[in-house]
């Protein structure tokens, strides 16, 4: 088991007021994680510091060769105060993965989990307990090398640091517009599509401004080799309700494996609901659309858990879906899970674990 | 034009001994460019500093979404003591694509430009002497927000480091061995292959290590939809000459579109070599090898100007080219563009520029 030293701050800072909205992504709490790699030692000096900026060499590898990864997952408070994480060791385990296909050196699991817990636990009055906000964790790593040439580095640190959020979507659980991106590519089979790196989200931004200008708000992808293909969206998995029936696209190589979306098909499981993970194309969505079956479209991921689609923008057609109100599944599946995460509802899966 | 600051070292470095090979990458200067990003400002504070750590926030966002970019040249010293850059405006105007597909903001061709003959020539003394050596120049941009959401950056940094180099390959100019990719995917059309960016190097490491392990010293990719159309080599576009011609892939969206390719093809106009560009299925230059029309191949990239390439290896295929010699061809391309670059050669071609 590892081995995690913690040097406290001398200077806390003021916790956020939790009455403002706590915009995503933009607050950091007193303390973060950090371990470092290097061949000879391994996984090493794993250590809780003050928060602080990270210091590296112009030519790191991490700033020319895109050798970088990450995760996302939150911690959350419940009514009688115990702080738990949702299914950490999935995201351990994708965190391999990733670290697989990108050359980097793989964490064992249970040190993962460690560390996020430590952390955590560190800065738990940094867990925020108004509705629909939680403490979002950042694990990253990084290429540290200082050389310019293509090559795995020898150097990595591994880092993790915490924010507290609101809700992902400020809108709410109200459904979101879509746009379907039919020119640029985000991933194609044998690339990287289906890790959490830097390149995948980079690939996105162009497509993702010219939804938002167009007022969509997030992009959905099809496959790069026939244009035709569901693939997911830009910080979600997609999902879709057609005559019952809930489907999603199968895991092809180049789709990113959601926790979220995992939990999607558990809970459908338990539920008694068919569900399956298959090649989708868009016109089958369309087809189902025209004929009156598309019931329901939402996407999943750590961050937002769920957001309904009330509308796909497809070329010139545009479609409206449930009439662009939340779906009864989605609710059901966002009350459950939420419920879950908060301690409000039994957890009979096992999915929590306290910090 | 672009007003630069210069702020020299109390404490220059020792110069590296020319007589030790000078690895690539591992050496850098006194000096570094470095000129900030933001809205309000545009492009603004440009100075030439001590070289020394930047210190980002930890949710920077070059560490998490991969918005970075990179270009590569070399300053070379002639014989009369002058110093040249080769055709450093097309690595600006190719920066400025990049920046448009990734949403980083552009930087104007002459202020590029000029940061770099500003930057060469604080650290002139740098600029190595003997043969096969250069000064590499590598510019690249990072995203900076300290933010954890997907969108394009507000703020960024644009850096220019210097590196003394010996020859990219230390074998020289003894062909080099090639590994036929059919598993792995560098890039494909609708996504980010044409841009110099982090994300396709990380893509192609795992590739990369797979090659080595094998023997071969590169990869060379084919594309991600049909899985027979050649694109490029690691770090280089690649030539062909079949029965006199001299062809190289198209750029159609997902190769780089290398300053030395262009170089190439330029000079063959010059020299009336028959060159075209089009799509090459991998089958092609196998029955051009089968029929003995397949006479030369070679790679083309600014870190080692031209690679023949001896052997390419296609799954149980192993197609040795030109006895595994160097042809004809590369070796008068490699003579002419080093001649040019070093002032040995009258540059008819308006493609030097003096420091």
Same mark, same amino acid.
């Given at each position: 088991?590892?081995?995690? &030293? ?33 061949? $000879? ?5 794993? &250590? ?13 590898? +991490?700033?020319?060769?895109? $050798? ?21 060791? !999935? ?24 560390? =996020?817990?430590?952390?955590? !636990? /560190? ?5 925020? %307990?108004?509705?629909? /906000? ?41 459904? =979101? &517009? ?19 790196? *830097? ?25 790069? +080799?026939?244009? @035709?293909?569901?693939?997911? +969206? ?13 489907? %999603? ?8 494996? *959601? ?18 993970? @298959? ?29 309904? +689609? ?20 989605? &609710? @059901?599946?966002?009350?459950? =899970? ?18």
């Amino acid at each position: 088991m590892i081995n995690i &030293r913690i040097e406290k701050t001398a200077t806390p800072k003021t916790l956020p007021s939790q009455d403002n909205p706590l915009n995503f992504g933009t607050i950091f709490t007193d303390h973060m994680f950090i371990m470092n790699y290097d061949p $000879q030692n391994g996984w090493n000096d794993a &250590r809780v510091v003050p928060y602080e900026k990270i210091c590296l060499e112009p030519s790191s590898m +991490v700033f020319h060769y895109g $050798q970088e990864m990450f995760e996302g997952l939150k911690a959350y408070k419940t009514g009688d105060e115990r702080i738990l994480l949702f299914r950490p060791e !999935k995201n351990a385990q994708r965190a391999n993965n990733t670290n697989k296909r990108l050359c980097i050196p793989e964490i064992p699991v249970e040190d993962f989990v460690e560390a =996020v817990k430590t952390l955590v !636990k /560190t800065d738990e009055k940094w867990v925020p %307990t108004k509705e629909g /906000t939680s403490l979002y964790i950042r694990p990253f790593i990084i290429a540290t090398d200082p050389f310019l040439g293509v090559r795995p580095s020898d150097t990595y640190m591994f880092i993790i640091i915490l924010s507290p959020v609101g809700a992902y979507y400020p809108e709410g659980l109200n459904p =979101v &517009r879509i746009w379907i991106e039919d020119e640029y590519v985000r991933a194609v089979k044998g690339g990287i599509g289906e890790t959490k790196t *830097g390149g995948n989200y980079v690939a996105s931004m162009k497509s993702q401004v010219k939804a938002h200008d167009a007022g969509y708000s997030q992009v959905l992808w099809l496959d790069g +080799v026939h244009r @035709k293909y569901i693939e997911e +969206v830009g910080a979600m998995n997609i999902f879709f309700k057609i005559n019952g029936e809930v489907v %999603t696209p199968a895991l092809s190589g180049s789709i990113l494996p *959601g926790v979220t979306r995992d939990t999607v098909l558990e809970l459908c499981k338990a539920w008694g609901v068919p569900a399956s993970e @298959k090649r989708i194309s868009i016109d089958e969505i369309y087809e189902a659309y025209e004929n009156g079956t598309l019931e329901e479209v939402f996407g999943t991921g750590t961050a937002a858990v769920i957001s309904p +689609v009330g509308e796909l923008k497809w070329g010139d057609k545009t479609l409206i879906v449930n009439d662009g109100k939340i779906g009864d599944f989605s &609710r @059901k599946f966002y009350d459950t =899970v939420t419920g879950i995460q908060l301690g409000n509802i039994k957890d009979e899966f096992g999915w929590t674990v306290e910090v």
